[in-house]
Structures are given as C-alpha cells and as structure tokens.
C-alpha cells in the first residue's frame, strides 16, 4: 500500500514558477510510474506529466510541455513537479497518482489507471 502527500501548491501571477512535491510512503516498490494531474473546476482530471519509477522514461502532455519538468528524489522518496512560465490557465487542483503498471510500449495517462492518489494541491495563477 502507498499513500501519496502533496505539497507546494499555491497562488502566483502568471510567468512566475512553482514546484510540486508527492511524498511517496509506503511500499514504493509496488509501483512503477508515478504521475501529475490536474483538474480545474467544471473540467476533467487530465494527466500533466508521468515518469517511470526506475528514471528512464518520462511523459508531458501538450499543455505542459517545455515548461514542466516531473522528477524524482530517491533519497527524500518524493517525486517533484517544476512549472514555470506559469499561465491562468494552468490554475487547478494538482494531484499526485502512483500506479503499478503492466503494459509494454505505452504508459499509464488516464485517471482509471492509477491506483493510489493523494489529496491534491491548489494551483492558482492570477
């Protein structure tokens, strides 16, 4: 069992940055992909970035991309979510998702294929 901890989240005006961070506690083997998502409000969760647990292989979604970086603290167990250039419309709640994922040649993006979430982190950009 893994339960997820966010943290960062916050208020800022738009071109500045923040960074994201998911404590990950509990038995962090039994995932292999960790993920960011958001959701703002009348919207659907939609995937953010997605990295694989052993470091080689990370995912952005078009919104994101090129000003978001996700990555890993092994010795702090967290995985970290670095925006920048930071737009209104990236304000949202931000959730941490972990997963233990099967599949070959794909990875996990859509909410339905992740197992554990935490609580989320307020996003806002003014």
């Known amino acids: 069992h893994v339960q997820l901890v966010e943290s960062g989240g916050g208020s800022v005006q738009a071109g500045g940055s923040l960074r994201l961070s998911c404590d990950v506690v509990g038995d962090s083997n039994s995932i292999n992909y960790m993920g960011w998502f958001r959701q703002a409000p009348g919207k659907k969760r939609e995937w953010v970035a997605v990295?694989?647990?052993?470091?080689?292989?990370?995912f952005y979604a078009g919104s994101m991309k090129g000003r978001s970086t996700i990555s890993q603290d092994n010795a702090k167990n967290t995985v970290d979510l670095q925006m920048n250039s930071l737009k209104p419309e990236d304000t949202a709640m931000y959730y941490c998702a972990a997963t233990r994922f099967y599949q070959d040649y794909d990875w996990p993006r859509f909410e339905f294929e992740y197992k554990y979430w935490g609580q989320g982190t307020q996003v806002t950009v003014s």
């Open positions: 990295m694989s647990t052993d470091g080689y292989n990370t």
